[in-house]
């Protein structure tokens, strides 16, 4: 088996860090100055290692390989969520490089490709899954044309057109050229952390299910309004939100979880009663018929709440995502990997977080692995992984790809 190169991995993930250092972490949005200049750094990254690497008209990078056998597709996203960590995305990118280099520089392997991909917005500055959607064929240009940041204001075309990339082609995938997709992730939660375990390979990227619940009461003063005459629109939904939590303890699986994620109450002034509350609410599972009977348990609260309340409750369904199964057989490589290198040490589990896997599984067989997250922190400035598993991790990984890649 080829045998990855430590310091070029950490040197590499260090360096991709000072493109918009923030305290212990970074803060690059997408196509922001520092996305843009991590892009053409990692495109010459690319490069160095032999690959033929274009970014496109969507900021995607693809680096091909000139290897003649078997080959398969790796990578994941360099932008960052605001003021957050330095691996989320990047360390899936170096994994993916890593693989690359010590594959091709492995006599025994050498035959052997991995093509690495970019893929752009993975964390939705401008929208959702930009780059992966647009590598699987599924991304109108009329999207692009509309997608804003949500941030700044700046359209994604602006954008695109101020880093040099608009009009370009954009990349997308020829399935025949591969045998499979792998990508790597920090876990961003505390199993294997409580476990004591090194690495996870992933069984499915859960489904995301999106709501939005409004109520409508009436505005008045909230001095002189009394308990019985008030239609309080902020009370009816603090009150139906906990009777949801309370109802999802029964219905919900053993990995569910709920969170509201925003409450916007009009006019949301400290003396006037609201008249309208509005709550964005959020299902995350691996099994459809779960994430129903959830659903089903919502729409009952709501409609009780509606009916005892003084105020009039709805709840809109927003989007429904499908769950992406992660390949058997890519996971028996994985795990066959995992053990080899460290025997014991491995498990399989669900990702909590939606990943660009999830859309290269439509067109392709895929495989994730994950590595620690120290206390189970993501998207914070103090996301962080031990260099010891990164660097275990990096080996596992490239591994994997080789045993997938010599099986039949």
């Known amino acids: 088996m080829p045998r990855i190169n430590p310091e070029r991995v950490l040197s590499d993930l260090r360096t991709l860090a000072t493109f918009g250092a923030y305290k212990t972490g970074v803060h690059r949005p997408t196509l922001s100055d520092q996305d843009v200049a991590a892009r053409e750094w990692f495109a010459g990254r690319m490069r160095e290692a032999g690959l033929d690497a274009e970014i496109d008209g969507v900021a995607n990078i693809l680096g091909r390989s000139r290897a003649t056998g078997r080959k398969a597709l790796s990578g994941s ?110 876990e961003q939660g505390d ?127 927003l989007s429904a995502s499908t769950p992406a199964i992660m390949d058997a057989r890519l996971q028996d490589a994985l795990d066959a990997a995992a053990e080899m290198n460290a025997p014991g040490m491995h498990i399989r589990m669900p990702s909590g977080a939606g990943h660009d896997a999830q859309w290269l599984a439509r067109k392709l067989p895929a495989a994730m692995l994950f590595v620690p997250s120290i206390g189970g922190i993501s998207h914070h400035w103090t996301e962080n992984t031990s260099d010891e598993d990164i660097v275990l991790g990096s080996q596992v990984f490239a591994d994997a790809i080789v045993e997938a890649l010599r099986r039949n």
């Not at 309370?246 to 006019?267: K, M, Y």
Request: charged share 25%; net charge negative.
């Open 191 to 317: 199993t294997l952390e409580h476990s004591g375990r090194k690495i996870g390979v992933v069984t499915a990227i859960v489904a995301i299910w999106q709501y939005r619940i409004t109520v409508l009461g009436e505005q008045n003063h909230a001095g002189t309004t009394s308990m019985t005459r008030r239609r309080d629109a902020g009370r009816e939904m603090i009150q139906l939100l906990a009777s949801i939590d309370a109802r999802f303890q029964s219905v919900a699986g053993e990995r569910s979880v709920w969170t509201t994620g925003r409450i916007d109450l009009d006019p949301g002034e400290k003396s006037i009663i609201p008249g309208q509350a509005q709550a964005l609410f959020q299902l995350r599972d691996a099994d459809p018929a779960v994430l129903a009977r959830m659903e089903d348990a919502l729409r009952e609260e709501v409609a009780k709440a509606d009916d005892a309340g003084r105020c009039d409750i709805s709840v809109e369904r």
């Open 77 to 186: 996203h360099l932008e960052s969520q605001n003021h957050a960590g330095w691996l989320d995305g990047a360390l899936g990118c170096v994994y993916a490089l890593e693989a690359a280099r010590a594959i091709a520089e492995d006599p025994a392997t050498a035959d052997l490709g991995v093509d690495v991909a970019v893929f752009c917005d993975e964390e939705g500055h401008f929208g959702s899954f930009m780059g992966s959607r647009s590598f699987v064929g599924v991304l109108d240009e009329s999207e692009i044309d509309t997608a804003v940041a949500r941030a700044t204001g700046m359209t994604m075309r602006e954008a695109l057109t101020r880093a040099g990339w608009n009009g370009r082609p954009r990349h997308l995938i020829d399935p025949s050229r591969y045998d499979a997709f792998f990508e790597a992730h920090i």
